[in-house]
């Protein structure tokens, strides 16, 4: 192509830009708010919107920040990974929390490592509002991430069966 | 009494779902979601799809007028790969409404000089296009086209302007002509030719030395990289050849034939292109990349020629494709495989080569590198029977033409491979490429593979790099990435410092505080007492040594671990590397603690630049010291490099905004 120094999208005064070309799927906020953030909801979608922190999910529990690291930065310098960590045993749980620079190489990461795989899992990641201390530990009732405390399947790089199944 | 609708009470407070007047937003959104979407599948076919929608807008024009203008100037400007359907649009509103015609024509004169003004020539290329293409639908007559044209090629003429300039206009004329160089040729061919004979002798007067800077490859064979105007030039005399016959392109207009050949014409007012100022900014040259040819799909389709206008045509498309939904990967996926004419041309390997076209482009993609992994791993999901041989096949061509491959275009296959490798379970013939173990391991071959799995390794860890390959491959696979504490092995309890580096440990699991480990290291004999310039703290290698080997030892479980030393210790650093030849030799011990480990090398110098512990001066002499020339190419020494120079830019370019900023603000003050 050639090179323009002008992105396309610009809005020119005899013209201006297409919906379908400004879509952004990928970048914009889920469904998803924590429910333990405090604050309102405008507070709360205010942060998600300029963060440059994603939530990264369904990791294996062996997967290391080294493999993240590496994987997510692809899309930019990271400034920070914090593993995320089960209450009791502080081990890995399988989930993270990834940290750029400017809010540009998270949005990439959204766009492109995003359901992509890490360690043959398909990875999620999502806006965070911020870490605060605390934020690393999983919330379930066994110390890990709520969602290994209900599942019904066998996951060998989660721990095997969830928590209720194996308490069975 | 006033009557009061169900809907106000029950609706308080609740937005309607009935709307009683449409907004004029609205209106505008269906207008655009209309024009935006006609061309793609559909159950009615393309030509009553345009009808129908031609109908809506004449029927709209009294009142969204201005509103119908800017929508058609903006999906010519920015949705080129469907050029035609527009021109078809815009056919059958001039043949319905001949004053309309006249003044979408003026809109778009006024953007293309707008367009030109601010540098936006890609745009301006997709404009002219459309222009030209016009010319077919029966909107524009053909001898104005030809003389906008003649203004264009007369730029070649201009003295002192940048070559990029004439290169610009040249590019306009040409590649319009796969669209309107039938039509224009029959109407007006003595123009014609005596615009392309001043187009061959520009061509050989021009200045090509940017050519070897850009080509992926040095060789010739088995494809030339060819300079992207000799390139269009070539597909055009072609086309001449063939007498303009031009099978590809999707003309809608054919179909509407009778209805559009009663319409009038148009002239094009006079275009003067724009002078040539201090702030214009033309486009860079390019080197057209090729990888495929007839030969490669044998089964399938015949691919068109490298001097074919088919096959300009088809990559231009699909090079739009991408960068229209670039941000949308799978609709970027789904477009690039919709692209018409997918049985009469082997679209696989087309997407594929302009995939790599673009991945590959120096000096830099138009994208993030990692767009294009994601993309590929869509496109094999759509077309997993498919798509996955024609990429595996794409790889082993790249890996034979390892030896003449640019350098940074190596590194980007590295990148790419290893990564895309890293979802598809790392699974490889690897056996097919034992011919690089019988080469010298600097090679390209061998060093690529090298390479390719220090990277899979990073993905993952070293077990499993081990397991992958065959066991032929052991002297290729990386080194397992473990820490070498000098002061670790009783055996070395003779080194000076040894005792020194034990106090050390104890003291840090102790939690000693950074005074604590300043008065330990007091112990260390400076080996370079001779050099004591008598102003405090002087340059103490063996001081920097036990420090930094000992706390890296202690870190060296993780990242976040070694970032919290640096980060708890980070006075102890400051005061050890003071000295330039300080900021050196902690770079030196880090080396030797973990040459095993290259990523860890790389974030802990990121770390270091960022805390100010080394700057980017240090890492540079480092880099190109002699210490570190038996791994002067390896990738990782680059990678390092790069980023570092990254650093210091994006810290030139702060510096320089807040110099700014500031100088604003005292001009401001001085205005009070």
């Known amino acids: 192509r050639l090179a323009s120094t002008g992105p396309g999208s610009v809005a020119m005064s005899s013209g201006g830009t297409l919906s379908i070309l400004r879509s952004d799927s990928y ?22 919107r300029k963060s440059c922190t994603l939530y990264v999910g369904n990791l294996s529990f062996y997967t290391t920040e080294e ?24 081990t890995a749980c399988g989930f993270c929390f990834v940290e750029y620079y400017a809010r540009g190489d998270a949005e990439n990461a959204m766009r492109y490592i995003n359901g992509t795989r890490l360690d043959d899992r398909i990875i999620r990641t999502d806006w965070d509002a911020g870490f605060k201390e605390g934020r690393q530990y999983g919330r379930g009732r066994s110390g890990g991430q709520v969602r290994d405390e209900y599942r019904q399947d066998y996951d060998a790089g989660r721990g095997g069966y969830g928590k209720t199944v194996q308490c069975q | ?162 070559q990029v300039r004439c290169d610009w206009y040249m590019f306009a004329f040409l590649s319009s002509l796969p669209w309107v160089g039938k039509e224009l040729y029959e ?38 990289q060819e300079e992207y105007l000799d390139c269009l030039w070539s597909q055009i005399q072609k086309l001449k050849k063939d007498r303009w016959q031009e099978r590809h392109i999707l003309r809608p207009y054919l179909a509407f034939d009778s209805v559009l050949c009663e319409a009038l014409q148009h002239n094009l007012p006079p275009f003067t292109p724009p002078p040539h100022t201090e702030d214009s900014v033309y486009p860079m040259p390019r080197v057209i990349f090729r990888m495929f ?30 960068k229209s939904h670039w941000k949308e990967r799978k609709t970027c996926a789904a477009q690039l495989l919709s692209y018409p004419g997918n049985n009469k041309i082997p679209l696989n390997y087309h997407i594929v080569e302009v995939i790599f076209a673009e991945l590959f482009q120096l000096p830099s993609p138009p994208h993030i590198e990692v767009m294009y992994t994601t993309l590929l791993i869509e496109l094999c999901k759509l077309q997993p029977g498919s798509l996955p041989q024609v990429l595996a096949q794409a790889t082993e061509m790249l890996y034979m033409r390892l030896d003449t491959m640019n350098t940074t275009c190596v590194d980007r296959f590295i990148n790419w491979f290893s990564h895309h490798l890293s979802n598809f379970q790392f699974r490889w013939s690897w056996e097919d490429w034992s011919d690089c173990l019988t080469q010298d391991l600097e090679k390209p071959k061998p060093k690529f593979v090298r390479e390719v799995l220090e990277k899979c390794m ?28 000098k002061y670790g092995d009783e055996s070395n309890r003779s080194l000076p410092g040894y005792t020194v580096a034990l106090c050390l440990t104890i003291a840090i699991k102790n939690k000693a505080s950074n005074d604590e480990i300043f008065s330990i290291l007091k112990d260390v004999p400076n080996p370079n007492q001779d050099d004591d310039d008598g102003e405090g703290f002087t340059f103490n290698p063996l001081k920097i040594e036990v420090f930094v080997q000992t706390l890296l030892h202690l870190a060296a479980k993780s990242f976040s671990h070694s970032f919290s030393a640096l980060a708890k210790f980070h006075e102890v650093f400051k005061t050890l ?45 480092w880099i190109f010291s002699s210490e570190l020339a038996h791994d002067f190419t390896r990738f990782y020494i680059w990678e390092i490099l790069h980023s570092t120079i990254r650093k210091m830019n994006k810290h030139v370019l702060k510096i320089h905004r807040e110099l700014e900023e500031t100088k604003a603000r005292l001009a401001r003050q001085h205005k009070r």
């Open chain 2, 458 to 485: 990073r993905l993952s860890y070293h077990q499993r790099i081990i397991d992958i390959v065959p066991a032929s491959f052991s002297v290729l696979s990386p080194a397992n990435p473990v820490c070498i504490y």
């Open chain 2, 577 to 621: 590397a003071e000295s330039d030849e300080g900021k050196l030799h902690v770079l030196r011990v880090v080396y030797e603690v973990w040459k095993n480990h290259p990523q860890m090398i790389a974030v802990l110098v990121d770390k270091m630049i960022r805390t100010q512990i080394v700057d980017c001066a240090a890492v540079a002499n």
């Open chain 1, 27 to 48: 970048a914009e906020l889920s469904q998803y708010r924590d429910q333990h953030f405090r604050g309102t909801r405008y507070d709360q979608e205010r942060l998600l």
């Open chain 1, 67 to 90: 493999q993240i690291h590496e994987l997510f930065g692809k899309s930019g310098d990271i400034k920070k990974v914090i593993m995320g960590l089960d209450k009791v045993k502080k």
């Open chain 2, 187 to 224: 109407k007006k061919d003595a123009e014609m030719d005596r615009l392309l004979s001043q187009t061959e002798s520009y061509l050989k007067r021009r200045q090509k030395i940017h050519v070897p800077m850009l080509q992926v490859w040095t060789a010739d064979k088995p494809h030339p």
């Open chain 2, 293 to 322: 040819d007839y030969t490669d799909d044998p089964e399938g389709p015949v691919m068109p020629g490298s001097h074919s206008v088919e096959r300009f045509v088809i990559e231009e498309n699909l090079h739009c494709i991408i």
């Open chain 2, 1 to 162: 009494m006033s009557r009061r609708r169900h809907s106000d009470d029950s609706d308080a407070g609740q937005p309607h779902k009935r709307r009683r007047t449409s907004e004029p937003s609205e209106i505008e959104e269906r207008l655009e979601s209309l024009i935006c979407r006609v061309g793609e599948k559909s159950n009615s076919s393309l030509e009553s799809n345009l009808e129908g929608l031609a109908g809506v807008l004449e029927a709209d024009l009294p009142n969204y007028k201005s509103k119908i203008l800017r929508i058609l100037c903006t999906v010519a400007r920015l949705l080129p790969e469907k050029l035609t359907v527009y021109t078809t649009l815009v056919g059958l509103l001039n043949a319905r409404n001949y004053n309309f015609g006249g003044e979408f024509v003026e809109a778009m004169i006024r953007q293309l000089k707008e367009c030109l003004k601010v540098n936006m020539y890609n745009e301006a290329v997709h404009l002219v296009r459309f222009l030209s293409d016009l010319v077919n639908c029966h909107v524009i007559a053909a001898p104005s086209m030809v003389a906008m044209f003649e203004n264009f090629v007369s730029v070649t003429q201009e003295e002192d302007v940048p």
